[in-house]
C-alpha cells in the first residue's frame, strides 16, 4: 500500500457498525487498527482527537460502557478501518460480563487477519495495572504488534510523567510484540496526535 498522508483523517469517517460477537465482525477487506484500555482510560476521547470528530466514538463517564467492538470506517475509497475495543478492568463488571469481554478480545486478537496493529492505552496518572499486563501477555501470544499509547498526560506534573514513562518504557521492553517507543498524549490539549496519526497510517500501510 502507497503511503498515506495525515489529510485522511479530514475526509470521510463513520461508524460502521458494533459487534457483540465473531459473527458480526465486518468482512476482513481492508487492515485493521485496534484500540485497547482500560475502563475510563480516555479511548474514545482520544479516537475522537485522532480522527478529529467530536462524537464519533461515545464518550461516558460510567466506565465499562463500551462492551462491544465498535467499527469505523475511514476514507472513501475505504482505506482502512478502526476497532474501539471493549474496555477492561472494571472492577464492577459482573463476573459473566468480563469472561464475556476477555472472550471476544482474545478471539479477535488471535483471529483476525487483517488486524495491523493494537494501540494499548495508559492512564499517565496511573502507570501500567496487573490487567493491562494480562492484555500486554494476550497480544503476545496472539504475536499482534502493538504499541502503548500514554493518554491524560496533562493531567500529571512532567517529572512524575518521566518517572511514569520510563517505567512503561522499561515494561514494553520485556514484551516481544510491543514496540519500542511510546506516544505521549492529551485528547484535551492535543499533545501526541499528531504523532498518534503518523503512528496509525505507518501501521497500516506496514
Not at 24 to 36: G, H, N, Q, R, T
Not at 54 to 71: D, H, K
Not at 76 to 82: A, G, K, N, Q, S
Not at 170 to 178: E, L, N, S
Request: net charge positive; charged share 25%; aromatic share 8%.
Amino acid at each position: 500500500m502507497e503511503p498515506l498522508h495525515p489529510k485522511i483523517f479530514s475526509g470521510p469517517i463513520s461508524f460502521l457498525k458494533s459487534a457483540p460477537q465473531l459473527q458480526f465482525l465486518p468482512d476482513p477487506k481492508v487492515p485493521e487498527i485496534a484500540f485497547a484500555g482500560r475502563s475510563n482510560v480516555g479511548k474514545s476521547s482520544l479516537i475522537n482527537a485522532l480522527t478529529n470528530r467530536n462524537g464519533l466514538a461515545r464518550t461516558s463517564n460510567t466506565p465499562g460502557r463500551t462492551q462491544e467492538l465498535n467499527f469505523f470506517d475511514i476514507g472513501d475509497p475505504l482505506t482502512f478501518r478502526i476497532c474501539d475495543m471493549p474496555g477492561y478492568g472494571y472492577a464492577k463488571a459482573p463476573p459473566k460480563v468480563v469472561q464475556k469481554w476477555r472472550y471476544l478480545i482474545n478471539d479477535y486478537l488471535r483471529g483476525r487477519q487483517v488486524l495491523k496493529r493494537t494501540f494499548v492505552l495508559i492512564d499517565s496518572r496511573h502507570g501500567i495495572k496487573p490487567v493491562d499486563e494480562e492484555i500486554f501477555d494476550m497480544l503476545d501470544k496472539a504475536a499482534v504488534s502493538y504499541r502503548i499509547v500514554m493518554t491524560k498526560a496533562d493531567k500529571v506534573k512532567q517529572e512524575e510523567l518521566d518517572v511514569t514513562a520510563e517505567k512503561v518504557a522499561a515494561m514494553a521492553k520485556k514484551h516481544p510484540a510491543a514496540h519500542p517507543e511510546l506516544l505521549l498524549t492529551s485528547s484535551e490539549k492535543k499533545q501526541g496526535i499528531d504523532d498518534l496519526r503518523r503512528a496509525v497510517l505507518d501501521a497500516v500501510t506496514a
